[in-house]
């Protein structure tokens, strides 16, 4: 069975800091491109980082999170990992981990961040 799931999610402060987490199991993590998503309820889901597959170097950040979110991946462990900077109220949603593009039956059930003001 497919798993991804994200933990790390929090309260904090605008400003604040956070590092979230994502675990994959039951499909060979190394091959696929993962990606960061986060959802606020009424809104779509979007897109807030991909790490390559092939070079963990390339990194691609949605425009409102560029300079303050870092992503990064660790193959050997099956994880994937936000550290979150200079965090917004706008921040606020839950987040999400899948390969990309997304599979709907790969999402997992997401960690919440709220970033208070």
């Known amino acids: 069975e497919v798993q991804l799931q994200a933990f790390g999610g929090g309260s904090v402060q605008a400003g604040g800091s956070l590092r979230l987490s994502c675990s994959g199991s039951?499909?060979?993590?190394?091959?696929?491109?993962i990606g960061w998503f986060r959802q606020v309820p009424g809104k779509d889901r979007e897109g807030v980082a991909c790490?390559?597959?092939?070079?963990?170097?390339?990194?691609w950040y949605g425009d409102s999170v560029k300079e303050r979110f870092a992503a990064s991946r660790d193959n050997a462990e099956n994880t994937m990992y936000l550290q979150m900077n200079s965090l917004k109220p706008e921040d606020t949603a839950v987040y999400y981990c899948?390969?990309?593009?997304?599979?709907?039956?790969?999402w997992g059930q997401g960690t919440l961040v709220t970033v208070s003001s």
């Open positions: 899948n390969i990309r593009p997304p599979l709907p039956s790969y």
């Open positions: 790490i390559s597959s092939e070079n963990p170097t390339i990194v």
């Open positions: 039951g499909f060979d993590f190394d091959d696929y491109a």
